[in-house]
């Protein structure tokens, strides 16, 4: 007969032993965990989780996702409205970011893993999920820092003086309406605001931010300014559109020749680089403001 002690110490040994092994695999797994593998379906997300140090986390990105330079390489999962199921699946994601959109396929999305629709309209959005995006991704420090930088610059109320600015998308050649404007409620909008600006559109818009010409006479802005997403605009376009604009005689931007025209890919952009484009925009609005009629 086996000694009942000898028994219960193999036991024990035995049981000390697999807890030391699983304990050893799920070390591994937690790390692996605490890295992430995250699927990023919105262009400003992606950018931001590579300011702040996350980048490395990332394994998948809308087909839209072209900034910074690095997000290349990672594989394309669609778009939040329509995305590619079987791609995200064979990813395998521990998290799938989009924007909370009416618009984004959120039950599709939720099928597929955990998924955060993160609000990306206003600079009080992009402030609030740039330090969401530190929580999810255990950068908090580095995702604080650059939303306390963002809040100095874009959480500023409209000046009660300043140019009046219509701030608009750059038209296609030979097509001005309808007007595609930054309303007051986006950040692109809010923009203006450390810029020394007020804007034109004085009011809250929702759905898509358009108006026709015959409003645009109405308001009758101090300046327009169009906004390009191209880095390789040529003066030869900037002038033609300006032309465009000229031929609208009735306005006041018009007779006092304070049109202007800024592109790059970074007045599209999030983080440090919209902070870039507050300050060419404030720039253009002081040498528009010294131009002679």
Known sequence: ???????????????????????????TDDTEASRGRVVSLMPPVTETLYEIGAGDQLVGRSDWCNYPPEADGL???????TPNHEVIVRLNPTLILANNSNATARDDLRGLGHAEFLPWLSAEDMIASTRRLGQLTGHV????????????????????????????????????EPVSFMRRNSVHGQMLYPAGARNAVDEDV????????????????????????????????RRQ??????????????????????SGRHFYGAGRRLLRAVKELGAEIERL???QP
């Open 206 to 237: 929702s759905g898509v931010p358009e108006i026709s010409m015959e409003r645009v006479i109405e308001l009758d802005p101090d300046m327009i300014i169009m906004l390009g997403i191209r880095d390789d605009l040529q003066e030869s376009e």
């Open 75 to 81: 594989t394309q999962c669609g778009s939040a409205l």
């Open 141 to 176: 420090e580095e995702a604080n820092e650059l939303a306390d930088e963002m809040s100095v610059v874009l959480l500023q109320p409209q000046p009660a003086t300043g140019p009046r600015v219509l701030l608009v998308m750059l038209p296609e050649p030979g097509k001005l």
């Open 289 to 291: 403001g010294h131009e």
């Open 241 to 262: 559109m300006i032309e465009q604009w000229s031929r609208i005689n009735p306005l006041t931007a018009v007779k006092e020749k304070r049109i202007g025209v800024l």
């Open 1 to 27: 007969m086996k000694n009942p002690l000898i028994t219960v110490l193999t036991v024990a040994v035995l049981a000390v032993g697999a807890s030391i092994g699983l304990s050893l695999l799920w070390r």
